[in-house]
């Protein structure tokens, strides 16, 4: 449907409903060859112009839904703001940081920022683990039921 304004709005099914608004496109049809160019389609050109310049944003989704921080309890409006503010920002520091000629996987580059921020250098696995505790339980007098045995070093 197009309005007497210029706005054309297009439903339109390819694998699943899309719908689309634009005020640049009307509601003009190209002939398209299909990827084994032995079936001949018809796809409107608003969809065409779309499928044409999705790349980046399709990048980028995929890009930030390696390794993010959003959890399924987390309220709508604080999944909006952590994607927008670490998920979206990290992967655009990605990318200047690519434009240098050094390539990084996003998850390193997350770590590599994150020990930034904190302000340590980069541990090494023998460094990250904890130091076992010698656990030895304390003997309470009195019965049984009423007093509980605790590790001595972790009480203290």
């Not at 060859?33 to 079936?39: I, P, V």
């Not at 993010?68 to 200047?96: E, G, M």
């Amino acid at each position: 449907m197009e309005s007497a304004d210029g706005i054309t709005f297009l439903k339109w099914k390819d694998k699943r409903d899309v719908y689309v608004l634009s005020t640049k496109h009307t509601n003009k049809f190209r002939r398209v060859l299909s990827t084994n160019a032995r079936k001949v389609s018809f796809k409107p050109q608003i969809v065409l112009d779309y499928n044409k310049a999705k790349g980046a944003v399709d990048s980028s989704d995929q890009m930030t839904a390696y390794c993010t921080p959003l959890r399924k309890s987390v309220k709508l409006y604080k999944k909006l703001a952590i994607n927008l503010l670490l998920n979206t920002a990290l992967v655009n520091a990605l990318v200047l940081y690519q434009m240098t000629g050094r390539r990084m996987q996003i998850v390193e580059f997350r770590k590599q920022i994150l020990l930034g921020l904190i302000g340590e250098k980069q541990k090494t696995v023998k460094d990250s683990k904890p130091k076992r505790l010698n656990n030895r339980l304390e003997k309470k007098d009195g019965p049984s039921k009423k007093c509980r045995r605790s590790c001595a070093n972790c009480y203290r």
